[in-house]
């Protein structure tokens, strides 16, 4: 099994939608992987930077809205009750930066966490690769919700599959919604990337 951290913020409010599809994306995740889940009330940045410290994660799986704005204080992924700054992320990663077993995958399921600008332009996923992660997968535009999670349940359904690679995983992801005539379209499978090592 995965070693993960997943976390997630179902519910509207700070001017964002709701994401209900989040709540079923974890929870198939939650079954898939050895770790623990925040959702919603128990989704913050305290809660983040205690797991961080008292577990050794491989896998950090955050579910929510994003934001890349032109510069770094306009942009953050939303939690429960605040925003996580690219710089806080940078810091909760590297506390397991030196650990045995340090974070091997960020996922970032949310909309517009790759898209940058020239001073970063890997946005969100750029800051964790800089922090130590080796690979995160990331989305370069506003994706739909329920396209989004049938596409990261199915990443990580591949991922268990023994000897394959976080890309070909991703890419079955991506081949199983295009078979699906809802969501063939590419503005629905396409925003999906891996950055970093792809084994």
Known sequence: LLNGLSQGRTEAGRNFSSLPAIREELKSIQRLMD???????EYTA???????????Y???HIATHGVFGGEPE???????????SMDYLGRLIDIGRFRERPVELLTLSACQTAQGDERAALGLAGVALRAGVKSAVATLWFIDDKAA???I??????LTTPRISKAKALQNAQKTLI??????????WAPFLLIGNWL
């Open 35 to 41: 770790g623990k889940t925040l959702i919603d009330r």
């Open 46 to 56: 305290d809660n983040l930077r205690n797991e961080f410290r008292n577990h050794a």
């Open 58 to 60: 491989s896998v950090l």
């Open 74 to 84: 306009n942009t953050f992924l939303l939690t429960y009750n605040s925003r996580l």
């Open 149 to 151: 999670s049938l596409t």
């Open 153 to 158: 349940r199915e990443f990580y359904r591949q």
């Open 179 to 188: 078979s699906k005539a809802d969501y063939r379209h590419p503005s629905y």
